[in-house]
């Protein structure tokens, strides 16, 4: 039987997607029988900034076109009012009490709806903007968000019935920054809430190949962080991490609209340094 293979994204903010596709494209100086191998995966996983990232590979742009689209000075993205502090003491308030992943997920989705952010209009104009396609693409995409209500990961792709738009919205809705999203009766929020990296959409693959626009060291709200989770996966996997030159480039607010360009740039610079390894994992 052919190997199924998967393309995994990470979530990681605006320097995240910026990242992920200068990463994706530094593989392609390197080793383009590599970067199209990963291009043409037969799953495409994308979690918040990974949402973006692989709704965009699925419009049909190609890379040069979407890493062009990074670098650009002018963007439609929001610069937020919240920074990483403050997101880290939502988190930390929701956390530190006891109870279930689920039950803590719920008590950051209470949060994330209370909170006053930008109109769901206002934040949904900015996600049309990034797209260069508003269709569901002719291949498998799965795309995670969080019920606020639930603390359960949900999976939106072509047959769920819900716009390509508003699933990234969901995806992307970092809370205490951005507005849970509201698709029927239920509100969504960040799907890198509970994990950046959601392997398990994935399961049904033999191979993925993940990135994850942070270190591998990066701490995890939960016990399982991404490097555990990207290790421990039951198929073979091959994980791109940031690494510190990457990190630097993020600066201190990886949601900053001015972390767009150097970040691209940075992940070519690494996907160049990776290229090798990936294309060698892609033979085995």
Not at 218 to 239: C, H, K, N, W
């Amino acid at each position: 039987m052919a190997t199924r293979r998967a393309l995994v994204l990470a979530g990681g903010g605006l320097a995240g997607i910026a990242w992920e596709t200068g990463v994706l494209r530094g593989i392609a100086d390197q080793e383009p029988a590599a970067a199209k191998a990963l291009l043409d995966a037969d799953v495409l996983v994308g979690t918040s900034a990974g949402s973006t990232v692989a709704a965009q590979l699925g419009s049909g742009l190609d890379l040069e076109a979407l890493f062009d689209r990074q670098i650009e000075p002018s963007t439609a993205e929001i610069k937020p009012s919240a920074g990483i502090e403050e997101i880290t003491e939502l988190f930390l308030s929701a956390l530190t009490r006891p109870g279930t992943k689920a039950e803590k997920l719920q008590r950051i989705g209470a949060v994330a709806l209370s909170t006053d952010t930008v109109a769901e209009s206002v934040r949904r104009d900015v996600i049309a903007q990034r797209l260069p396609s508003h269709d569901w693409p002719d291949r498998v995409l799965r795309i995670s968000a969080i019920d606020t209500a639930t603390g359960e990961l949900v999976a939106f792709d072509g047959s769920s019935g819900v716009g390509l738009i508003d699933a990234v919205a969901a995806s992307c809705a970092v809370p205490g920054v951005w507005p849970p999203v509201t698709i029927g009766e239920r509100r969504y929020m960040d799907g890198g809430v509970g994990s950046t990296v959601n392997l398990a959409l994935a399961d049904d693959c033999d191979t993925a190949v993940v990135l994850v626009p942070s270190g591998r060291t990066a701490p995890s709200p939960f016990s399982q962080g991404a490097a555990d989770e990207v290790d421990s996966f039951a198929r073979s996997t091959f994980g791109v991490f940031a690494d510190d030159e990457s990190l630097a480039a993020f600066g201190t607010n990886p949601l900053d609209p001015a972390c767009r360009a150097p970040s691209a740039q940075a992940g070519r610079a690494q996907g160049r340094r990776v290229a090798a390894e990936i294309a060698e994992f892609l033979t085995r």
